[in-house]
């Protein structure tokens, strides 16, 4: 009988098993002894997020940040020397890597790409990458191993001269072995330090923390709280004229921000859906309608009044208004004015529909007061004896809102736009963080959409009602708009480049 099947079977299953074995206890061998298996390690071997001391074990060194000839970055080891250059801030991810931030530059630490540089040294990318991610794990007593990720980097280790660092293989060395002594906060500041509001306003004050890390164990305090409060973010409200102090306590260390509130008034809030007390006097209008349809009932009431979609209109009367503009072609029987009526989602919504004004609270009035129509709207506002006229398209971003709110305090419209059933605008009259190095700037806004003042009179975008309650967000935005006061009319082309809306535009 011929076993050579059998064999041949029986051999190639012992090869295989064999192969399957060394591979496995070859991987465990490897994870253990460098460390690179995210699996072969517990997480309490692992440092906790923070600002470190990154000390060699051999030469009792320092890693520290510096310039080289070329003013580059570069790495090397020193004595302690209270160098703020000296520490690096740790920040553990998802797949128990770590990015590590120097102090000298921001950006992140990594292995060096540039053939101007010596092979596989340390440098600062402005983006994360492979290149820019370790594995720091224990090995000792308090002792650690520190791996690039890149894939032909190894570990990081003391070398020849003994003030510089390099990237080698792990060999059980000591000089492959780092301690981590982790940094409390040493200094902070408050920016903005001083501030001037007007009773109403809300700004933000934003913690300089070194080394960074431990801003939300700040706690915030006003010496004068009726004249100013403030929130466990830094957000400062203006309650009264006078002056306070804002203080920022974490742990020993403290920073103020001197806060003046002058008698300045603070830009306006209407709401849509709230007629008493809203802003605006609508409970006298209850009765009033425009082509058979109420223009505005308490609540929101979707196709029973005008004002529930009355969200623009309700925009340009607070713009108009904090620009101190009348309508002086009109009546409005609540006051009994025909000139210098002041604007609100009423008076605003006459002169959009082209009604001179109700003769009593019962009177019917034709036309579509809230679809927009911008030069029929305006032409009937002036400041002084100004004409005013709308820049549209001015941008949908951040930044293009900051610029906008430089050039117009009184406030911006900004729209936001999901499907044709969710459509929304909201006044932006304040960003918070100005000098905020991302860019990612926060606004105060007035948001017609909320029912009550705490959730759309002059508060965060991200606690208003069309943020937390709608779900709008910045990607929503589709153009920001402005209105500008024309200090000569008949010249138009003088208006600073500005894009002059036309007429049909809303």
């Not at 530059?105 to 990458?129: C, H, M, Q, Y």
């Amino acid at each position: 009988m011929n076993h050579t099947p059998a064999i041949k079977k029986t051999f190639f299953m012992f090869v295989l098993v064999a192969a399957l074995i060394f591979n496995f206890s070859a991987e465990t061998v490897s994870a253990s002894a460098d460390g690179r298996g995210k699996d072969s390690f517990p997480e309490d071997h692992l440092p906790e997020d923070g600002a470190y001391l990154i000390i060699n074990t051999e030469s009792g060194l320092y890693l520290t940040a510096g310039r080289d000839y070329y003013l580059r970055t570069s790495f090397s080891l020193s004595d302690y020397s209270e160098n703020k250059h000296q520490i690096f801030t740790l920040t553990r991810q998802p797949d128990l890597t770590y990015s590590v931030i120097s102090s000298l530059d921001t950006g992140f630490v990594a292995i060096s790409r540039d053939w101007k540089s010596v092979p596989n040294s340390l440098t600062i990318n402005t983006k994360e990458s492979v290149d820019a991610r370790f594995q720091i794990v224990m090995t000792g007593d308090g002792e650690y191993t520190i791996s690039c990720m890149a894939p032909d980097a190894a570990d990081l280790v003391l070398s020849g001269n003994r003030t510089r660092v390099e990237w080698e293989g792990f060999d059980g060395r000591v000089s492959s072995s780092w301690k981590l002594e982790k940094v409390s906060a040493m200094t902070i500041e408050l920016e903005p330090s001083k501030i001037s509001m007007a009773a109403g306003q809300k700004k933000l004050v934003t913690p300089k923390v070194f080394p960074a890390g431990n801003e939300d164990e700040i706690s915030y305090f006003s010496s004068d709280s009726s004249v100013a409060v403030v929130n466990g973010n830094g957000l400062i409200t203006a309650e009264r004229n006078g002056s306070t102090v804002i203080t920022a306590v974490l742990g020993d260390l403290s920073a103020t921000c001197e806060v003046e509130v002058s008698g300045i008034t603070a830009s306006t809030f209407y709401s849509q859906h709230n007629i008493s007390t809203g802003g605006w006097d609508g409970v006298s209008l209850t009765n009033i309608r425009f082509s058979g349809k109420l223009f505005a009932v308490e609540g929101f009431a979707r196709n029973l009044d005008w004002m529930d979609e009355g969200c623009l209109i309700c925009c340009y009367a607070m713009i108009l208004n904090n620009l101190g503009a009348t309508l002086n072609d009109g009546y409005d029987f609540r006051t009994g004015r025909t000139t210098n009526i002041e604007p609100d989602p009423y008076t605003v919504a006459l002169a959009n529909s082209g009604n001179r004004g109700a003769e009593n609270a019962y009177s019917r009035l034709y036309g579509d007061p809230v679809s927009v129509q911008t030069s029929r709207l305006l032409s009937r506002f002036t400041v002084g004896t100004s004409q005013l006229t709308l820049s549209a398209n001015l941008g949908r971003s951040r930044a293009m809102i900051k610029e906008a709110l430089e050039e117009h305090p009184e406030g911006v419209i900004v729209e936001f736009y999901v499907n044709e059933n969710l459509r929304h605008f909201i006044v932006f009259t304040e960003c918070i963080n100005p000098d905020d190095a991302n860019g990612r700037y926060e606004f105060i806004v007035c948001d017609p959409a909320a029912s009550d003042r705490e959730n759309g009179d002059h508060v965060p975008f991200t606690e208003c009602t069309s943020y937390q309650s709608i779900g709008y967000r910045y990607y929503n935005i589709v153009s920001i708009k402005a209105i500008n006061v024309l200090s000569d009319y008949d010249n138009l082309g003088s208006m600073r480049g500005n894009r002059i809306c036309d007429p049909r535009i809303m």
